[in-house]
């Protein structure tokens, strides 16, 4: 008769430091960013050693992608599929956009340093595609339909976190005054 398999104490031990690396690692690369963080650095957020690190993490690449999948999972990006039951091209977009902009919000700061970094290090950029990149794609598909070439440009302007960070956090505008703005560009393109 074969025993049915239990986490033991040590397996769930592994399990509490591998968590404890993720999160010391994401909370690095929300203060200093992915690229200035190093394997030492998350060491001593996370209270291992170097060797008990690379232990869990042998390759960066797997940090990055274990990185990623705790921030979505924690605060997934709006979900594009209740947008399509919004028949008004100029309400769907507002929609979006104040969904949006109050994910932005809640990520300012690891999105401001994961962006940065993503423009000069291969791993923040194809973490960052591989997470964020089909659901962008998604909302580009969405709102995008039937807008000429001009609007197309304006819409990916309107989604992005630096249009939204200088809207709201450069010129002071509410988050809802931000989103009807950028309606009121898209749809002038």
Known sequence: ??????????????????????EAA???HGTVGPAHTSISMIA???GVQRHTFYAHFPEERDLFLACSELTFERDPMPDAEPWR???DPEQRLRTALSALYDWYARNE????CVLRDAEFHALTRDALELRAGPTMAAYRELLGGSLTETQRAMLALALSFHTWRSLVRDGGLKPDAAAAAMVRAVGGG
């Open 109 to 112: 700061s690891l999105l401001a």
């Open 26 to 28: 994401v909370d690095l």
């Open 85 to 87: 039951a919004i028949n």
């Open 44 to 46: 001593e957020r996370a």
């Open 1 to 22: 008769m074969t025993r049915p398999y239990t986490m033991t104490r040590r397996a769930e031990k592994q399990a509490q430091t591998r968590q404890r690396i993720v």
